[in-house]
């Protein structure tokens, strides 16, 4: 009996774990990489300076803060990245309209009637 009590409880352990582990990359995954930075510090060679996120939360601030989504951080500034938020993607093909086109009304496939 301690052996089966001993055996539920480290599968509990073990499934408890998979779970945080799940959510933990979800959260990662969804929400990108997301920076505040210095819209005013642009160099060519560094790209923005990184600040405090404060001065994205709040407009009472001697900093022109913006959000900088992406790109590689490296000694306080980041570079390669955009000011445009990512769309989360749906597993979609990619395409231009994002989908399969399989006719219908208005598709422009197909013949007419006469």
């Given at each position: ?54 001065n994205c ?10 959000w900088y ?34 006719g219908g ?10």
């Amino acid at each position: 009996m301690a052996d089966t009590r001993r055996q539920l409880r480290s599968g509990a352990v073990v499934l408890g774990g998979m779970g945080l582990l799940a959510s933990a990359l979800t959260a990662c995954s969804s929400d990108p990489d997301k920076r505040c930075v210095d819209r005013d510090s642009y160099t060519f060679s560094k790209g923005y300076k990184v600040v405090s996120d404060k001065n994205c939360k709040s407009a009472k601030t001697s900093v022109d803060g913006a959000w900088y989504y992406g790109g590689k951080k490296k000694s306080g500034w980041v570079d390669g990245g955009s000011f445009t938020k990512p769309h989360k993607s749906s597993g979609g093909s990619g395409g231009s309209h994002g989908g399969v086109d399989r006719g219908g009304f208005g598709s422009g496939h197909g013949t007419s009637g006469g």
